[in-house]
């Protein structure tokens, strides 16, 4: 097992990554916490592989937990919802010292982390992430949300959880075109942070996607290590953290132009990836073979680079994007591979002679 302190002072926590964690968590939380009213939520999908097996486990440790099974899709981390789980809440008869754990993805994790930062001002929450980009990426850092009609995860704050449980089991039940959109933001970490994982990818992708335990060990525990070593720096991203952003201006763009539904949040951000580079190299902070080996690693993992957007919409949607500030975009740019600055000193015209070539 490995264990990822994250050192925020009062809201410190752990993060333990290992496979059959599911069987354990119950009795691992059991070791710190008094057993107490525990709403467990999930989604459809998840709860029916996997909702018993971690009810059961709180239960045989005393917990008194109610399980909860919402649809699946990113459409459900929306207020309505909120309010359905805060009935939940009340119903179960929660109180400040009780119990929310998140077993699913990023909705999940979002969708509960908000109600357990809202409930009663704040009660404890767990993370359980089941997809690899909630493992790697948003069962960490305490950033929680729902979605409004005006913007996805407009009404939200930052709550961190008690502790993140990682069994790297459940991936094996994940979607193929899951995995791959998780495995972008661990390309992502390499690229801003760490030059060995970025190489260990290149070696190793073979071993990643047949799921082979110390690979996938290594890329998890190292992209929560980088994740937490940032969140550390840079709580409510004043600064650092917006390196994390690396990939997700132009990304964003390129999802809210095409509603949210062709490109799953990973594609579009390897897509945003591509550009930054090509945005660098352009600006002379780095040399061609940033571009080409992540072009080569997005390439095996069977994506497609090309979007056929037109550069004024991407522009367009950049300038709308929440991140923008005082009206002036921001990128964060690679000078090598494990290496990235901030920039807001890319102009509309490279813009606009980067975004109109094909990648
Ligand atoms: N809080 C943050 O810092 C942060 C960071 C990045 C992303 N996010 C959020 O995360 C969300 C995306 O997360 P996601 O990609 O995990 O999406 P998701 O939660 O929708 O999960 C993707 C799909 O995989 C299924 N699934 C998950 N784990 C499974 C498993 N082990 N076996 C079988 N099926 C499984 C889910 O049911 C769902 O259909 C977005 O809402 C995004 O805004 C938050
Ligand atoms: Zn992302």
Redesign the pocket.
């Known amino acids: 097992m490995k264990k990822i302190h994250v050192n925020l002072s009062a809201n410190s926590y752990n993060i333990y990554i290992d496979k059959d964690l599911l069987v354990k968590v119950g009795e691992m939380i059991a070791k710190g916490k008094e057993p107490c009213k525990t709403l467990l939520i999930t989604?459809?999908?998840?709860g029916k592989?996997?909702g018993e097996i971690v009810a059961e486990n709180f239960r045989q440790n005393n917990f008194d937990v109610k399980l909860l099974a919402l649809p699946?899709?990113?459409d459900q981390?929306n207020i309505e919802n909120a309010l359905l789980l805060y009935d939940h809440c009340f119903a179960h008869k929660l109180d400040r010292k009780s119990l929310i754990v998140a077993l699913?993805?990023?909705?999940?994790?979002?969708l509960s982390?908000f109600i357990a930062a809202t409930f009663m001002r704040g009660i404890p929450y767990i993370q359980i992430?089941?997809?690899?980009?909630?493992q790697v990426?948003?069962?960490?850092?305490?950033?929680?949300?729902v979605?409004h009609p005006k913007g996805?995860?407009m009404i939200g704050c930052f709550y961190q959880p008690t502790a993140v449980f990682i069994d790297t089991n459940?991936?094996?039940?994940?979607?193929s075109k899951?995995m791959v959109?998780?495995f972008v933001?661990v390309i992502k970490y390499g690229v801003i942070r760490d030059a060995e994982l970025f190489a260990f990818l290149e070696k190793s992708m073979y071993d990643i996607f047949q799921l082979n335990h110390e690979a996938l060990l290594k890329i998890i525990a190292t992209s929560c290590q980088i994740k937490a070593n940032v969140v550390e720096q840079d709580e409510k991203e004043k600064d650092l953290r917006a390196i994390l952003n690396y990939g997700h201006t132009i990304g964003h763009a390129i999802e809210t132009i095409t509603n949210y539904k062709k490109y799953?949040?990973?594609e579009a951000v390897a897509i945003g990836m591509l550009y930054a580079s090509k945005i660098a190299i352009e600006l002379g902070l780095t040399d061609n073979t940033v571009f080409e080996r992540q072009l080569s690693l997005i390439k095996n993992l069977g994506l497609s680079i090309q979007t056929g957007l037109k550069s004024e919409s991407i522009i367009k949607a950049l300038y709308t994007d929440k991140k923008t500030i005082s009206g002036r975009l921001r990128f964060v740019l690679p000078t090598k591979i494990g290496e990235v600055i901030i920039s807001d000193k890319v102009s509309d015209e490279i813009l606009y002679r980067i975004l109109d070539n094909p990648l």
């Open positions: 989604d459809e999908n998840i592989i996997y699946p899709g990113e981390k699913g993805g990023g909705v999940i994790g979002d982390g992430p089941t997809s690899l980009l909630a990426d948003s069962s960490i850092g305490g950033k929680v949300a979605n996805k995860n459940t991936l094996s039940t994940l979607p899951e959109a998780g933001e799953r949040h990973g």
